[in-house]
C-alpha cells in the first residue's frame, strides 16, 4: 500500500482529547467528528488537510481515553497515515481497528519537516521524503494487519473472512 501527502507537525503527548475534544463527543457521524479534528491545536487542520496527507508526531500519539473517535476524525479528515515515535496503545489498536495505517519512525520523525512531500510504502516500512531526497525505514505490517488495512478495518476484514479465505 503506498500513501502519498503532504507532512502535518505535531509534538509530543497528543492525547485524544486534542485530537477530537470531548465537546463533540455527541455525535458518531464521521463527517462531523473530522471537521473538528486537531482543533484545539490548529482551529484550520480540518479545512487546510487535504486527502492523502500525512500526520508526523513525537512520542505517544494518541493517549488519554480510549475513544475510538480520534483515529476515525484523524482517517476522516483526510489524513492517510500518521507516523511517531511512539503510540498509545490503545490508539494503535482503534487504528488498526478502522484501517488507518501507523508507523513508528524516530529517524523520520526527526527529519520531516512541515508541507515535505511524504510517500509511504507499508508493505516494506520505506517512509520517503520526497522534497528532501530521504528515505528512513519503519517496521512494516504484518500480514494480518496489512489485510484488516486493506480491507478498511477490522469489521470490513471479519465480514470478508465470512465470505471466503482470508
Same mark, same amino acid.
Given at each position: ?22 465537546? +463533540?463527543? @455527541?455525535?458518531? *457521524? ?6 473538528? &479534528?486537531? =482543533?484545539?491545536? /490548529? #482551529? ?5 488537510v487535504n ?27 483526510g489524513v ?11 490508539? +494503535?489498536? @482503534?487504528?488498526? *481497528? ?6 513508528? &519512525?524516530? =529517524?523520520?520523525? /526527526? #527529519? ?55
Amino acid at each position: 500500500m503506498i500513501y502519498k501527502g503532504k507532512a502535518w507537525i505535531f509534538g509530543d503527548n497528543i492525547d485524544t482529547d486534542v485530537i477530537i475534544p470531548a465537546r +463533540y463527543l @455527541n455525535t458518531t *457521524n464521521p463527517e462531523e467528528l473530522a471537521s473538528h &479534528c486537531m =482543533e484545539d491545536i /490548529d #482551529s484550520g487542520f480540518s479545512k487546510k488537510v487535504n486527502t492523502g496527507d500525512i500526520i508526523i508526531a513525537g512520542k505517544n500519539f494518541g493517549c488519554g481515553s480510549s475513544r475510538e473517535h480520534a483515529p476515525l476524525a484523524i482517517k476522516t479528515c483526510g489524513v492517510s497515515c500518521v507516523i511517531a515515535r511512539s503510540f498509545a496503545r490503545i490508539f +494503535y489498536r @482503534n487504528s488498526i *481497528n478502522i484501517g488507518l495505517p501507523i508507523l513508528e &519512525c524516530d =529517524e523520520a520523525v /526527526d #527529519s520531516i519537516k512541515a508541507g515535505d512531500e511524504l510517500e509511504i510504502d507499508t508493505d516494506t516500512g520505506v517512509i520517503k521524503n520526497l522534497t528532501a531526497g530521504r528515505s528512513y525505514t519503519a517496521r512494516p505490517f504484518p500480514g494480518f494487519i496489512k489485510g484488516i488495512i486493506q480491507a478498511g478495518g477490522l469489521l470490513n476484514y471479519a465480514r470478508k473472512a465470512e465470505t471466503c479465505d482470508v
